[in-house]
Nanobody, 113 residues
Framework: VQLQASGGGLVQAGGSLRLSCAAS????????MAWYRQAPGKQRDLVAS???????YYADSVKGRFTISRDNAKSTVYLQMNSLKPEDTAVYYC????????WGQGTQVTVSS
């Protein structure tokens, strides 16, 4: 099983990016899909998650700006990021939990002021 994350890049404050993470291989029945981020010198934090039933969670710092969604048929999770701020700069990792936890390779998001 591999997770391929894409969509990161450099954007000005106030801009938008859409991250995607597609799972390939025999991943099984997916329960929870999530995005984490890790800024330099900081721990990896949960940004948003979505369950198989569609229940979502957002960190307070991104509520109202980020939207997580999933395409079960494609085993893909998305993160729409709007009104980006410099403090959103980090490496973003996708995480998918089926019978075990899988991590993507990370994609860099840089927001300039």
């Amino acid at each position: 099983v591999q997770l391929q994350a894409s969509g990161g890049g450099l954007v000005q404050a106030g801009g938008s990016l859409r991250l995607s993470c597609a799972a390939s291989g025999s991943i099984g029945s997916i329960n929870r899909m999530a995005w984490y981020r890790q800024a330099p010198g900081k721990q990896r934090d949960l940004v948003a998650s979505i369950t198989s039933g569609g229940t979502t969670y957002y960190a307070d710092s991104v509520k109202g700006r980020f939207t997580i969604s999933r395409d079960n048929a494609k085993s893909t999770v998305y993160l729409q990021m709007n009104s980006l701020k410099p403090e959103d700069t980090a490496v973003y990792y996708c995480n998918i939990i089926s019978w075990r936890s899988y991590w993507g390779q990370g994609t860099q998001v840089t927001v300039s002021s």
